[in-house]
């Protein structure tokens, strides 16, 4: 692999994939953020420089809309 940054903001699974296919099984870690339910699509926002850790967090499915004053 090159560049594994281009591996962040992919689905834990596609990223997964890619690695498995280059030979690297990852450790994944999962942060939450205090502001949004544990629920949706796990994504990558980092990757270590050899590809052995993933760090991930849970992005709403579907994003809904704030309230305008």
């Not at 990223?15 to 949706?40: F, K, N, Q």
Request: hydrophobic letters at 40%; aromatic letters at 2%.
């Amino acid at each position: 692999m090159t560049d594994l940054r281009a591996l962040c903001g992919l689905t834990v699974e596609s990223a997964l994939e890619i690695l498995s296919r280059a030979g690297v099984r990852p450790e994944i870690v999962l942060t939450e953020s205090p502001r949004h339910p544990s629920s949706g699509t796990a994504r990558v926002l980092r990757v270590s420089e050899d590809g052995s850790v993933l760090t991930a967090a849970l992005f709403p499915d579907v994003i809904r809309e704030e309230a305008t004053p």
